[in-house]
């Protein structure tokens, strides 16, 4: 079955766009580094009597000019290009316009949530493109954020992905779909993987905000926001129906990963319509052949006709046990009446299958696998959004944003001892409304107003069983989280101010309030005997912001951004029971707290014309009443009997103070009109008032790299490093997963430096095919990224063909 999905992807969209990838074009303007069609581009002779503009196909008719006619391309993304007639007959009617380097004219929509210049926004933010995206190949959208190489990525397992951000990760980091929030009441402290339900081919950008959004964005966003924007149907340019249509078929050796993409676009004059399927499978994972040989896998278990049995490993660079598949869908209906209203509905799925989780698979006790299986069941995330846009300008508003959406979360854990016949089944359902009302109103031609309205409404379901796999017998355990009424509901309201003193100087500033109040309650207390049946929080909280932007010449601009977070507690973090690592298990605490951020950014930009641009930012933040695991009490025991294993009783506890600060540097310079170096590095601390190191700061990471464009080619030869991580950096509750880490001279675990040789290629094969080749980690070098359980892969090449029209 799973070979079937990916065959009938990838045949019905080869054979279904075939026919149509012959047909020529009179004039098609292409961008150089993807193939993409450009759209407004501006033709023009010399005189500027004669001129026209592209379509959204990139196509521009040429019969206003003569044969003598010199003919200007202009768009202020691409380099200026001029051509007679005659040369573009020469060549095939196809012009490739180089893009400019991304400079402060760049535009960014997750600032405020509507689309402004970033040479007016105080925050750091990273934006990636659809044709990053595609030059990079990422196999899921968490590999898709670190392909920004300024966000670490940690795995706990192939099919997982958890972004940490200036210190945070997990519930502190905000996910944003389309301006739909993810984070729901059950997003965990530990490391989270749930940003791989989005699927990458149907992501036209994705911006990245550093540091505090909780003006904008609210609870969760302390340490930064991954806002993804997916493709958008597109409306005929005129009154004749219009397709296009994309697909995509892709193979990786290091876990002979087997994708296939489609999507197409129906566009009527008022209506649109766009589809999307993807389909991956991922077999296991093979990693790197040289480096510490303690990160083999040179057995598993296995259960055969009911008898669990360790198999030696025949390859022990092969992660036995960590393969999965993924399906997603996306349907979105657009209707624009007239030129003010513009409404659309959109519905996404994604379904993982089970995802062992390899870190608990490698577990030992006494010297044998302490786990038969560990896995994850199907993953599954619906969401189904209604936004209404309305652009006629009144007295209370030039535009305004509605949206509302449903979301369904469903996920699961399976786990059953070694030579042990009961498996362990815990399922979690979540169901998430949310309604966002935003507007904006230009109250003087220098002075904008941003604000808006936001309720978000979460029901939680948690139910649990044991199964005995011999006799098939289901008897009642221990939910993950009480068995009762779970509610967490939170409203709140913003406004912001953003004012153009002069042509050199902003100010953004900005202020939410927002009150968060959650209700559980236990029904079955019979295998834990709490001191309390429910537990009630209701907690408010005040952000602000204060940024500047100073441009002391034309092309330097300076970034000063204060601003405050807050992250109130959810249903993971006050009432939760389960095993954090071996040995320790988390209880829950009723007496828990909002914790809130104070951050300090200090930003530098630098464009020396179109040869070299750099970005220096340095950051402070001070994390107060930090939510942190430490040793707890149960009813006045500090251990307790938990799934048959005497267990250390640790809670969720509000901590006094935590302090993290870095930075990072980015630059790109073009050598060359075809060759250009671009290098990006960052570094963060962190440590509580005790002086103990705080659990999600990466090691120092970068990249280095040299990019090659020509008309049809596309390159880069790139190093990927990070730094070590010594023992006395790593956290307590690090240290304690040392069958995860390697060991140092004193025998203590560490996580080592490592690096990686990489490159990738794009080949434009004609206007509308193109073939992406990699190879990544060319030295085939053993290497576990920090916190991460499963090792990375080794050397993998890539092979992808995608069609476009």
């Not at 409306?235 to 892709?250: D, E, M, Q, Y």
């Not at 025991?637 to 938990?642: A, C, L």
């Not at 880490?741 to 095919?769: E, F, H, I, R, V």
Request: charge should be neutral; include cysteine; glycine fraction near 6%.
């Amino acid at each position: 079955m799973k070979n079937r999905g990916f065959t009938f992807v990838l045949f019905f969209g080869v054979f279904w766009l075939l026919p149509l990838i012959l047909n020529a074009q009179i004039l098609q303007i292409l961008d150089l580094s993807t193939g993409k069609p450009i759209e407004d581009v501006a033709l023009f002779n010399l005189t500027g009597t004669k001129s026209v503009i592209s379509d959204k196909n990139g196509l521009a008719k040429l019969e206003k000019f003569g044969n003598k006619d010199t003919i200007y391309f202009q768009h202020p993304s691409y380099h200026k290009e001029v051509f007679t007639k005659k040369e573009l007959e020469l060549m095939n009617h196809r012009v490739f316009l180089r893009r400019h380097i991304r400079m402060l004219e760049e535009f960014v929509i997750s600032a405020h949530k509507w689309e402004q210049n970033k040479s007016e926004i105080p925050n750091k933010i990273k934006s990636i493109f659809e044709s990053d995206i595609q030059f990079h190949n990422p196999q899921t959208a968490a590999d898709l954020i670190g392909s920004s190489n300024e966000v670490f990525i940690q795995k706990s397992q192939m099919g997982g992905g958890s972004p940490m951000i200036r210190g945070f990760a997990a519930n502190s980091v905000l996910l944003v779909i389309d301006g739909i929030r993810m984070n729901n009441a059950i997003y965990r402290s530990g490391n989270l993987h749930n940003v791989i339900s989005l699927d990458p081919n149907i992501i036209e950008s994705s911006e990245i905000i550093f540091g505090p959004g909780s003006v904008v964005y609210g609870s969760d966003a302390l340490g930064g926001v991954m806002d993804f924007h997916t493709k958008r149907p597109i409306l005929s340019t005129g009154h004749k129906f219009s397709i296009s249509a994309n697909a995509l078929a892709r193979y990786s050796s290091a876990n002979n990963e087997k994708t296939g993409h489609l999507d197409f676009n129906l566009g009527w004059d008022k209506w649109a319509y766009l589809s999307s399927i993807t389909y991956s499978e991922f077999g296991d994972l093979r990693m790197g052949s040289l480096g510490n040989a303690d990160y083999k896998r040179l057995e598993y278990a296995v259960n055969i006709e009911g008898n669990d049995t360790v198999i030696t490993n025949e390859d022990p660079d092969i992660q036995k046990i960590t393969g999965y598949n993924q399906i997603n869908l996306m349907h979105k209906i657009r209707f624009r009446p007239d030129e003010y209203i513009d409404i659309s509905y959109s519905f996404l799925f994604s379904k993982l299958s089970g995802v062992p989780r390899y870190d608990r698979l490698i577990e030992y006790k006494e010297k044998t696998l302490k786990y038969g299986e560990w896995y994850y069941g199907p993953q599954k995330w619906t969401m189904h959004a209604l936004n209404i846009s309305y652009d006629r300008a009144c007295r209370l508003f030039d535009e305004t944003k509605i949206v509302l959406a449903f979301q369904e979360f469903e996920e699961s854990r399976h786990d059953r001892k070694f030579a042990k016949p009961e498996l362990r089944n815990r399922t979690e359902n979540v169901d998430a409304l949310s309604v966002n009302a935003d507007f904006d109103k230009k109250i003087k031609e220098n002075a904008t107003v941003y604000y808006g309205l936001e309720a978000i409404y979460n029901n939680v379901k948690s139910t649990a069983h044991k199964k005995d796999i011999l006799t098939g017998i289901i008897n009642q355990a221990p939910t993950r989280y009480p068995d009762g009424k779970n509610l967490y509901v939170a409203v709140a309201a913003y406004c912001s101010y953003k004012y153009n003193l002069s042509e050199y100087l902003t100010f953004n500033t900005g202020i939410r309030y927002n009150n968060v109040s959650l209700h559980s309650t236990f029904l079955d207390t019979s295998y834990y005997h709490f001191p309390f049946d429910q537990i009630d929080l209701s907690t408010g909280a005040v952000n602000g912001s204060f940024g500047i932007v100073f441009h002391p010449g034309e092309k330097w601009q300076v970034n000063l951004n204060l601003s405050t977070g807050f992250r109130a507690p959810n249903l993971d973090d006050v009432a939760k029971i389960f095993d954090s690592e071996p040995g320790n298990v988390v209880v829950p605490n009723k007496d828990l707290h909002s914790e809130y951020v104070y951050n300090l950014d200090l930003g530098i930009v630098k464009k020396v014309e179109d040869i070299l641009y750099f970005e220096l930012t340095g950051f402070y933040t001070i994390l107060n009443n930090a939510m942190v695991r430490r040793e707890f009490l149960f009813n006045g025991m500090d251990s307790i009997v938990y799934d048959g294993e005497l267990s250390k009783v640790y809670a969720v506890v509000n901590a006094n103070r935590a302090y993290i600060y870095g930075g990072s540097f980015s630059c790109k310079t073009n050598i060359t009109r075809h060759i250009s170096f671009k290098t990006n590095l960052t570094y963060t601390q962190g440590e509580d008032q005790e002086g103990i190191p705080l659990r999600h700061v990466p090691p120092i990471f970068g990249t280095a790299g040299v990019q090659l464009n020509t008309e049809k080619l596309q390159t880069e030869l790139y190093l990927l490093f990070n730094g070590e991580k010594s023992n006395k950096l790593l956290a307590p509750s690090e240290q304690s997963k040392t069958h995860i880490y390697a060991k140092d001279n004193n025998g203590k675990p560490y996580s080592p430096s490592w690096y990686t040789l990489n490159l990738k290629m794009s080949y434009q094969l004609n206007s509308k095919l193109v073939l992406n080749t990699s190879i990544d980690n060319i030295l085939d070098h053993r290497y576990r990224p920090y916190s991460s359980g499963i090792v990375a892969p080794g050397r993998n090449l890539m092979f992808a063909l995608r069609i476009t029209l």
